[in-house]
């Protein structure tokens, strides 16, 4: 069964103070791997998705890169709009559902 | 492009009674999925539709639960009987379903959250 893990579950930063998400990951191949923003009381907004090792793809501040084993999502200069919720999906191959972790809760202060 | 929408957004019911979810997926899409969300947890898949055959059910699915997509176009979801472990986020999500990279993407409506008493 596929597995996700976040971490940290939550990350208190000061407005500018760059930081990084962490996903790993355990699959049996990898279609693809998804990153989500979601704020509170509200469905999953689509922000990335990385195809192979070595991929990156950049939002604004947002920076999200691949090995074979992780992903990591950089937050440059975070402002407090940045704060929510991001949860890091993984699809297999041949398959079309989703995988999620719990999510890493980030937390901007001005 | 409205983006997904799913009705009604809230709803409090009491155990034993049924409820049913609405879902209208973004209008080029073929492929409809249903999650579950529970607080502090990332979504946990239900069920897909690619056009208006059922595809997959997980087997947090039980029998109290049934999904419809007639014609291709939006879905229902029902949940029979409903217990208080009923209580969540039902997220619907859809994607294109033709070929390429940006077909696996899914995107989300705002949800339906249930709260059974």
Redesign the interface.
């Known amino acids: 069964e596929d597995q ?1 893990t976040q971490s940290p579950e939550a990350l208190r930063l000061q407005e500018g103070e760059s930081s990084s998400l962490n996903c790993s990951y355990t699959v049996s191949g990898l ?2 791997l ?1 990153w ?1 923003r979601q704020d509170p ?6 922000l990335f ?1 990385l ?1 192979s090792a070595g991929e990156e793809k950049e939002k604004e501040r947002l920076k999200a890169t691949l090995t074979k084993k992780e992903s990591f999502l950089h937050i440059t200069a975070p402002k407090p709009e940045d704060s929510a919720t991001y ?1 890091c ?1 993984v ?1 297999a191959p041949n398959d ?8 890493t809760t980030v937390t901007v202060r001005a | 492009d409205t983006g997904v929408s799913q009705d009604p957004r809230h709803k409090i019911t009491k155990r034993g009674q049924n409820v049913t979810f609405r879902c209208d997926p973004i209008s080029e899409h073929n492929r409809l999925y249903w999650y579950r969300q529970t607080l502090g947890q990332g979504p946990e898949f239900l069920t897909y539709f690619q056009n208006e055959a059922q595809l997959e059910k997980s087997r947090l699915l039980s029998d109290r639960f049934s999904a419809e997509r007639p014609k291709g176009s939006f879905s229902t979801l029902e949940i029979q009987r409903t217990e208080q472990g009923d209580s969540a986020m039902y997220l619907c999500a859809s994607s294109l379903g033709a070929s390429g990279p940006s077909s696996y993407e899914q995107y989300f409506g705002p949800g339906t959250r249930l709260t059974v008493t």
């Open positions: 996700v279609r693809g998804f989500y009381g509200k469905g999953p907004e689509f998705t195809y949860l999906a699809q079309y559902k989703l995988s999620f972790g719990a999510g």
